[in-house]
């Protein structure tokens, strides 16, 4: 048995490939690299490129290639966070999966493949062009996020409803499709229904498209259009509302209020509340009074917890323009200072390589005035580096109590304190409300509700589980958002710190790579005078 297995897998790996890191780095398209006339030189650009594939880290590819591998699955495909160009086109491919991630991609070639169902282009929103020509394809679906597309090529397919035609409305810059030798363009006024409803579309089954059979085309689906369009504009409106529901949320989160809107109907809608639900008919009036109280309440605390939140964004925007105005500056007067230094180092070098001193020790003593010119410059930088570093550290020094200061932790004690206040008044009027009730219990038709209020000590334990259930949430709530306030106080805190240590850092070590990249041409400078033949020889 193990044998026979081991028989079938080895007949499926000479019949099909794997994508594994051998053949990813045989299919890295590469830019031409310019070519010097000769066999040599054309050799040379072969073995650079070859050795440049060899050495590519994945997170740097652009184009991948694999046409004509023989390969059955879309895999191992992670790290590519730069790919825009794959080419899968003419293979053994029979499902479209594992793709999602690359979402830089704006190219994909799946033509000449097995598939029979469009799926797995979730998230793939810069995607362009996109080719399944020649494939198995009964339905055009699976594109929603695909807004950015500008051209499919889905000809000699399946595909044989009508409405896949329509679903291709919603790509706003959908100027080129092919859609040839499907069973759909066997139907009737086929090329007109295309043409009307797809709004952007230039070039149909590659013949450029004229705006007199455009305006035919409508004409003639007048009627189909009229709704299409009052649907679409119902559609847009649902997306406005949605937009505006999303951007609302984000500021909320922002502010540190998730959850605060729909704070009141969590309380409500616990199980605690579920048998009062049934005395709605008497205590609905003092539920809405509760409500409406609430919401005041909520109301004025988002509005000063969004005006802290801008006066904080207000803080570190006026702290980040500082600094960078502070660089700015610093930056300039050290790209001055290695400006100039360079420009002196060419010169010496030049005149070296040139030979125009008397002697070798005339060159050798001016590689020697230009090292130590660098380290003076290296002195200078330094010094510029660590004033620079000085002056951040007593601007962030002056920001951090400000910023602390509008830590809202005492106002979100206040406000919750304020609402479980409320929550006992409400708890109040519901047993005084609930007791009057007790009165004409012998008029109550509701058997259930009868029973209740005939047994006091059992309505008392309804309202005080109410009670306790619906401070439960608000001090869940309460904790929650005291522990975000102080989470996000001390982020941004530490992340100025931080930021501020690992540009000094960057800094320093910037300065001495560049200190250490001049040395090395000072010291080839030295070997062209001291030992021409290795330096030629190298």
């Not at 409803?161 to 092919?178: A, E």
């Not at 969004?306 to 600094?323: A, H």
Request: with cysteine; hydrophobic share 35%; proline share 1%.
């Amino acid at each position: 048995m193990a044998s026979l297995a081991a028989e079938e897998l080895n007949e499926f790996h000479s019949k099909y490939t794997v994508i594994n890191d051998q053949l990813i780095r045989e299919c890295i398209q590469l830019k031409q690299i310019e070519q010097e006339d000769g066999v040599d030189q054309e050799s040379k650009t072969t073995r650079a490129m070859k050795i440049k594939r060899e050495n590519m880290d994945f997170n740097e590819i652009e184009h991948l290639s694999f046409s004509f591998k023989n390969i059955f699955r879309i895999s191992n495909l992670e790290g590519f966070d730069k790919l825009k160009k794959l080419q899968l086109d003419n293979n053994n491919i029979s499902q479209i999966e594992n793709l999602s991630h690359l979402v830089l991609l704006e190219y994909l070639d799946l033509s000449f493949n097995k598939i029979t169902k469009i799926e797995g282009l979730k998230g793939l929103r810069n995607l362009k062009y996109l080719k399944l020509f020649s494939n198995e394809i009964e339905k055009i679906e699976g594109m929603e996020d695909l807004m950015a597309l500008e051209s499919l090529s889905i000809a000699k397919n399946k595909i044989k409803d009508k409405s896949s035609i329509q679903y291709l409305r919603m790509f706003p810059k959908l100027g080129m499709v092919t859609l040839y030798d499907n069973p759909v363009c066997e139907e009737r006024d086929f090329r007109n229904m295309v043409l009307a409803f797809l709004r952007s579309l230039k070039f149909l089954d590659y013949r450029q498209i004229e705006e007199e059979e455009v305006q035919t085309a409508k004409e003639r689906f007048h009627n189909e259009l009229l709704k299409v369009s009052d649907n679409e504009e119902q559609y847009e409106k649902n997306q406005e509302q949605d937009e505006k529901k999303l951007l609302e949320m984000q500021m909320l989160e922002k502010a540190n209020l998730t959850g605060i809107d729909d704070l009141f109907n969590e309380m409500f809608e616990c199980e605690a509340d579920e048998t009062i639900k049934i005395f709605l008919y008497c205590t609905s009036d003092i539920i809405e009074k509760y409500r409406a109280k609430f919401t005041d309440r909520k109301d004025a605390f988002k509005m000063e917890m969004l005006t802290i939140m801008r006066n904080k964004e207000n803080e570190l925007d006026e702290l980040n323009s500082t600094l960078q105005q502070s660089q700015y500056e610093t930056n300039n007067i050290s790209k001055t200072m290695v400006k100039e230094f360079e420009k002196q180092k060419k010169e010496i070098i030049n005149a070296v390589k040139e030979m125009t001193a008397e002697s070798e020790e005339e060159d050798l003593h001016q590689l020697d005035l230009l090292e130590r010119e660098l380290e003076i410059l290296a002195e200078k930088l330094i010094e510029i580096e660590v004033n620079q570093s000085e002056a951040f550290w007593e601007v962030i020094s002056e920001f951090i109590p400000n910023y602390k200061e509008m830590d809202c932790t005492s106002k979100i004690q206040n406000f919750f304190k304020k609402l479980k206040k409320m929550e006992e008044k409400y708890s109040i009027e519901l047993r005084d409300r609930l007791m009057d009730q007790v009165n004409s219990v012998s008029e109550e038709p509701n058997e259930k509700v009868k029973d209740i209020l005939e047994d006091k000590d059992q309505l008392f334990t309804m309202v005080q589980r109410s009670k306790e259930a619906h401070k439960e949430i608000i001090g869940q709530k309460e904790l929650k958002l005291i522990q975000n306030e102080k989470d996000r106080m001390l982020y941004t805190v530490e992340k100025t710190k931080k930021d501020e240590h690992e540009r000094n850092r960057a800094r320093i070590s910037e300065i001495w790579t560049f200190v250490e990249r001049v040395k090395e041409e000072i010291e080839e400078t030295r070997k062209f005078i001291t030992t021409p033949e290795e330096f030629y020889e190298e």
